[in-house]
């Protein structure tokens, strides 16, 4: 009997008490209000922004601000460089001709 009663006391124990406990949630970092905040961060290698995610919050339009921004950039560089490329070759045909005279 007595080890009947030990058996149920044990299981009770068991069952009422969590077998681990769950740290309290921190509260989710506030969000970054403008994209100039992402910045900073195109700059930084990926293991270290890997290590600061978790504490980081952009919302999805700073990321679409960013990601347009940096689009027009390209495109403008590839502009000039296309411009360039044109005026270099531009350059060589006038020097070949001035050797063929």
């Known amino acids: ?9 044990l299981c ?8 681990y406990s769950l740290p309290a949630q921190a509260a989710p970092p506030a969000a970054v209000q403008n994209a100039a905040a992402i910045e900073p ?3 930084k290698p990926y293991l270290e922004l ?5 504490t980081l919050r952009h919302t999805p339009q700073q990321f679409q601000e960013v990601r ?4 027009s950039e390209q495109e403008k560089k590839e502009k000039d460089l296309k411009a360039k490329q044109k ?3 531009s ?5 070949d001709g001035c050797r063929n005279t």
């Open 41 to 43: 961060l195109l700059k």
């Open 1 to 9: 009997m007595t080890r009947k009663w030990l058996h149920y006391a």
């Open 68 to 71: 347009k921004r940096l689009k």
């Open 87 to 89: 005026s270099l070759d």
């Open 12 to 19: 009770l124990s068991i069952l009422s008490a969590p077998a």
């Open 91 to 95: 350059q060589i045909v006038q020097g």
């Open 50 to 54: 890997l290590e600061l995610a978790p």
